[in-house]
């Protein structure tokens, strides 16, 4: 199994620029989450799906949408990147709602 | 919104030194799980806690859940470098639809030879 896999790992964006950071993971989980990691800080919680078809808002999800089309997949969109958005992200999966298996991240640099 | 506090934010130490990391909160959790992140690369779970006073061992790492559920705390004996990285605590709220896993601030570990 490959576990959670995120693409692009680094990606550098205009102000203004629209982006989707993919996330795919192989275990079969219901439930799949987008976090922000900003430097020397916890995880917060943008948006999140307990299963295809349903989302559902988090701590931070203004600046971003998601879509659960599959069980598999659970694209974040920024459809204006601005600066406050320069930070990595962490897709993760878990099959119940405790324990979360995480990618390996997605660093955005908005400029 | 949960919040959870870890101390210290940053702790340096050398190789052969113990440590005791930190976890707070006034609300109640029903599991409260500590997760290692190494530079570059997303958290990956330690353990979980579930019963309020419940202590785990993961060879030279104890974790320990409050009576109250409120608290945790992670000991670690004989620190070597390997344990250099980012612990986070997460606290976990079962509220049915809404239940969501909360992150602490995290305590950054350096042990140096």
């Known amino acids: 199994n490959a576990g959670v896999t995120q693409t692009p790992k680094f990606r550098i964006l205009k102000i203004g620029q629209s982006m989707t950071l993919q996330c795919t993971q192989d275990?079969?989980?219901?439930?799949m989450y987008w976090y922000r990691q900003d430097p020397g800080m916890g995880l917060k919680l943008i948006y999140y799906s307990v299963g295809a078809g349903i989302t559902d808002k988090g701590e931070v999800p203004n600046g971003y949408n998601v879509s659960r089309s599959t069980t598999e997949d659970f694209p974040l969109r920024l459809e204006l990147a601005a600066p406050s958005q320069t930070s990595v992200y962490f897709c993760?999966?878990?099959?119940?709602?405790?324990?979360?298996?995480f990618g390996p991240g997605t660093r955005l640099t908005v400029t | 919104t949960q919040l959870l506090e870890q101390s210290p934010q940053f702790l340096s130490i050398q190789e052969g030194e113990n440590l005791t990391v930190y976890c707070n909160s006034s609300s109640v959790f029903s599991s409260l799980q500590w997760y290692r992140q190494e530079p570059g690369e997303g958290p990956v779970l330690l353990v979980t806690?579930?019963?309020?006073?419940e202590v785990k061992k993961l060879k030279r790492l104890t974790f320990q859940f409050g009576d109250a559920r409120k608290d945790s705390s992670l000991h670690i004996t004989a620190a070597q470098p390997g344990d250099t990285g980012l612990y986070l605590c997460?606290?976990?709220?079962?509220?049915?639809?809404?239940?969501?896993?909360?992150f602490g601030t995290g305590t950054r570990l350096q042990v140096t030879l």
């Open positions: 806690v579930v019963t309020g006073g």
């Open positions: 993760a999966s878990s099959y119940s709602r405790g324990e979360q298996y």
């Open positions: 275990m079969n989980h219901n439930y």
């Open positions: 997460a606290g976990f709220l079962n509220t049915g639809t809404a239940s969501k896993l909360t």
